[in-house]
């Protein structure tokens, strides 16, 4: 397989999905956004594996939060801007592109997002996962006590928390795999 076209650098049979329940939720995939995320695919490995992911995922992007859909992805890309993971800089920045209809916005979270035109209460939420991100261990009460000041209850810390968690989780499995982006995250959105 052409480094082009494979998904990433391990000879895992990522291929076809092994079950129905994967080849129904590809489908669906397919049928929502127009293709199936090579991350996906490349769970596809393992059915159960690819479940508690795409599970754990949905719940933290998807679901009610006092966290918009946009601040989410945001998070996304400010943490995976530190840890320089080009498969979720590609494919979030793309979503940040999307629902932010600022294609500027997307660019500035990737590169830098300090630079960005971000409101108090964003710069907060992305002040405290990049220090998550950075330095773990150095995370204090000032600085839960700073995002309660921009206006997140205590449901939104956790959400915050947990949403740079699974990032940081995610671009190390996709660094240390050199898992790649669809093509069409490079275009969306500009």
């Not at 990522?14 to 991350?39: D, Q």
């Not at 992911?53 to 859909?69: D, H, Q, R, V």
């Amino acid at each position: 397989m052409s480094r082009k076209t494979r998904i990433i650098a391990l000879d895992l049979d990522h291929s076809t999905p092994k079950s129905p329940e994967t080849a129904a939720y590809f489908a669906k995939c397919e049928e929502k956004l127009g293709l199936v995320p090579n991350v996906l695919k490349a769970y596809a490995f393992d059915d159960r594996k690819l479940k508690a992911f795409t599970e754990m995922y949905n719940e933290l992007m998807l679901a009610e939060s006092g966290l918009s859909k946009l601040e989410r992805e945001m998070i996304a890309v400010a943490v995976s801007s530190v840890n320089h993971c080009f498969y979720c800089l590609t494919a979030h920045g793309a979503a940040v592109r999307q629902l932010s209809g600022e294609a500027e916005l997307g660019e500035l979270m990737v590169m830098n997002y300090r630079v960005a035109e971000l409101s108090d209460r964003q710069r907060a939420m992305l002040d405290f996962a990049v220090k998550l991100t950075r330095e773990p261990e150095a995370i204090v009460e000032a600085d839960r006590e700073a995002l309660r000041k921009a206006g997140f209850s205590e449901r939104d810390i956790w959400d915050i928390a947990a949403v740079a968690a699974f990032f940081n989780m995610s671009n190390r499995v996709a660094s240390a795999t050199d898992m790649r982006p669809n093509a069409e995250y490079h275009s969306m959105a500009r």
